[in-house]
């Protein structure tokens, strides 16, 4: 399944970066129309995805999830394939909103990973699963640049469309769904915590099955979604998740935006924009890397405020560079600062979700970041149209604004779980 997502997000970074000039090869003029449309492009699908992947979420935990991934890599491939035969702006707006209704890889990735994975391995299989995910978006633009210089963003298409087909053959020949009610969590203590700040990392171990006798017969299979929503600490990650996801892929339209209106004419701007953009992604990767090791030692909440207040120093600089060398400095240590933000995020959640609707509670994390990511690209079209070095100005004020909040999760009391869930036995573990 990693390596099916690594080749998702590697043809997704193939083409994606380079989504103005396709635009602009369709027919568009002008830099506010270019990026206007270069926005709802990124926007609608992401959009549409994360509101139904709760629903495609709620479907994988009843119905299994190998029937479920196969549905989402077919639609990728197909929408990709299709992609190199659109002729103007409506039939690719079409196409992303294909991919939005019948999608939503991302929306799944995180559930896909941790299915019938031991909770003591939660958090390891999502950092592999990140790790691949960075790695390869680090090298997507890369190549992308290479290949929209030798065969045109165009062909590029194709290229994505035979990754992702690839992807769809592994995972209908490789990959062994888990029947419900058999994940091989449920067999491991559940780790829950107790009264006390986030940062101090109290925590509490639950027998099995001890989450099963809430009122009415309660089981963790038959959770609602707003008895998810009240599990420790999942709802302050939600807005986090958000506007982290608004600001990293918002990087993916004003980079190249800005890169292009700093280099000289002539220039090869588009292997510049993969350059920058494969260096940015590169330093993030190393970030998550580093910053999940750090987690074992250190309470995740503290890593988070300090990542997040270094990501805000890191960006505020770009709206003020006057060429290309400075802008890919600050791009790598923003990476640096806030590339494994997500994986502490995720850490912090892996430990209050149950087994039984983990495919339902991460595809709602993983909506709600998507919903930022949905909102990035189209805010980011919007104040590009004014001046294409807002964006970084706004990205700072939210990274100012996460590290407040990150801080605010950090020294709040634990709620204790809802009705129905286990509750922390007495003493820390």
Not at 136 to 146: E, K, Q, R
Request: net charge positive; aromatic share 8%.
């Amino acid at each position: 399944m990693t390596v099916a997502a690594a080749m998702v997000f590697l043809g997704f970074t193939l083409v994606m970066p380079f989504l103005p000039f396709y635009v602009e090869s369709l027919g568009v003029r002008g830099v506010k129309d270019i990026a206007l449309w270069s926005g709802l492009f990124m926007t609608i699908s992401p959009l549409l995805a994360a509101l139904l992947g709760p629903i495609w979420g709620r479907l994988a935990d009843r119905v299994g999830m190998k029937i479920m991934v196969q549905r989402v890599l077919f639609t990728i491939a197909l929408h990709w394939g299709l992609m190199y035969f659109a002729a103007n702006v409506w039939q690719v707006l079409g196409l992303r909103i294909m991919l939005g209704l019948f999608s939503g890889f991302g929306t799944m990735s995180v559930a896909l990973v941790t299915h019938g994975c031991p909770r003591e391995r939660i958090g390891r299989a999502v950092g592999v699963l990140q790790a691949t995910q960075i790695l390869s978006t680090a090298l997507g633009p890369t190549l992308g640049g290479i290949l929209a210089h030798l065969i045109g963003i165009r062909n590029a298409f194709l290229v994505t469309f035979a990754l992702c087909a690839t992807a769809l053959f592994f995972v209908r020949f490789l990959y062994r769904d888990i029947p419900a009610g058999t994940d091989e969590a449920e067999a491991v203590p559940i780790v829950l915590p107790q009264e006390g700040p986030v940062s101090a990392g109290v925590r509490a171990v639950v027998p099995r099955g001890a989450g099963q006798g809430g009122p009415a017969g309660t089981r963790e299979g038959a959770l609602s979604m707003p008895q998810i929503v009240a599990l420790p600490l999942f709802a302050g990650l939600l807005p986090l998740l958000f506007l982290l996801n608004m600001v990293d892929r918002s990087l993916f339209l004003s980079m190249p935006l800005f890169i292009a209106a700093l280099a000289p004419r002539g220039s090869a701007v588009q292997a510049t924009v993969g350059a920058v953009m494969t260096a940015g992604a590169a330093a993030s990767a190393a970030s998550a890397y580093l910053l999940g090791r750090r987690a074992v030692r250190v309470a995740p909440a503290h890593l988070l405020i300090w990542s997040l207040a270094a990501g805000g120093l890191a960006i505020a600089p770009m709206a003020i560079c006057r060429s290309v060398l400075p802008l890919a400095a600050l791009r790598i240590l923003l990476g640096l600062a806030v590339g494994g933000a997500a994986t502490l995020a995720y850490t912090i959640a892996c430990g209050v979700i149950p087994g039984a609707v983990r495919a339902t509670a991460y595809a709602f994390l993983s909506s709600i970041a998507l919903l930022g990511g949905a909102v990035g690209p189209i805010l980011t079209g919007l104040l590009s149209a004014l001046d294409v070095r807002a964006p970084f100005v706004v990205g700072s004020l939210v990274y100012a604004a996460l590290a407040a909040l990150a801080a605010a999760l950090a020294r709040r009391p634990r709620r204790r779980p809802a009705v129905g869930l286990a509750r922390p036995t007495e003493g820390p573990s």
